[in-house]
């Protein structure tokens, strides 16, 4: 079946650490993104790439860092930069840049601190 | 710039009883309107959209929602709420105008009481 997966599912990051979060996708899509969600706030974009080896910033790209040397293949680090990581890391792809596709999503990676 | 407000935060309803999910946005051009639910420790799962035409969209498993452009309003509504439709439902609009980013309400959680 054709979908995101995003590993790992839980994952523990220790200070000072960097940590890499996991998204591969076999829908053929251009257009991937990577989201925090936080208690009570929505969904916040972190950074977005339309096609292979772009990516532009989102609105707290700040603290993290991405790639995107395959179509498939869209990997966040968190730094150690980012001082409060502990959220819940959604992944999505969407065929193309275009409006009006809807996205599709992974089922997430939960980050804590030890 | 872009905005979605869902009002409420919690929406409780007794099953077999109609429910409703409030959802009103703010763009500077025409919008491109979503919804989303989502289940514990899951990721987004795409209902429905409306992009142009009739002003009510039916989506995935018996919901729908009715578009007003006057009232700035998206809301989503199904006729007889099931107690497996409880979770976390999220707006989501994209403005045409407005360039590559989604952006979500904070969700508003449903309770089907049975």
């Known amino acids: 079946d054709g979908g995101i997966t995003q590993s790992p599912k839980y994952l523990f990051r220790k200070e000072g650490q960097n940590v890499t979060l996991s998204c591969e996708q076999n829908l053929n899509h251009d257009a991937m993104y990577w989201y925090r969600q936080d208690p009570g706030q929505g969904l916040r974009l972190i950074y977005y790439s339309q096609i292979v080896n772009d990516f532009q910033k989102g609105d707290i790209a700040e603290g993290y860092s991405v790639s995107r040397e395959k179509k498939e293949s869209f990997p966040l680090t968190v730094t150690s930069a980012q001082k409060n990581p502990t959220a819940f890391y959604l992944c999505a792809s969407s065929i193309d840049g275009g409006s009006w596709q809807p996205q599709h999503f992974g089922d997430g990676t939960r980050l804590s601190i030890l | 710039a872009q905005s979605v407000a869902q009002p409420e935060d919690q929406v409780n309803v007794a099953e077999g009883n109609p429910l409703t999910v409030k959802c009103t946005y703010s763009v500077s051009g025409n919008p491109y309107l979503f919804?989303?639910?989502?289940?514990?420790?899951?990721?987004?799962?795409?209902?429905?959209?409306?992009?142009?035409?009739?002003?009510?969209?039916?989506?995935?498993?018996?919901?729908?929602?009715?578009?007003?452009?006057?009232?700035?309003?998206?809301?989503?509504?199904?006729?007889?709420a099931l107690v497996s439709d409880s979770a976390l439902y999220f707006c989501a609009v994209r403005?045409?105008?407005?360039?590559?980013?989604?952006?979500?309400?904070?969700?508003?959680?449903?309770?089907?009481?049975?």
Do not use: C
């Open chain 2, 35 to 80: 919804w989303y639910v989502q289940y514990p420790n899951r990721g987004l799962q795409f209902l429905l959209k409306y992009i142009t035409g009739d002003n009510l969209v039916k989506g995935s498993y018996g919901f729908e929602a009715e578009f007003n452009k006057s009232q700035t309003s998206f809301h989503l509504k199904k006729p007889s």
């Open chain 2, 95 to 114: 403005d045409i105008n407005y360039g590559q980013n989604f952006v979500f309400g904070p969700g508003t959680r449903l309770s089907v009481l049975p």
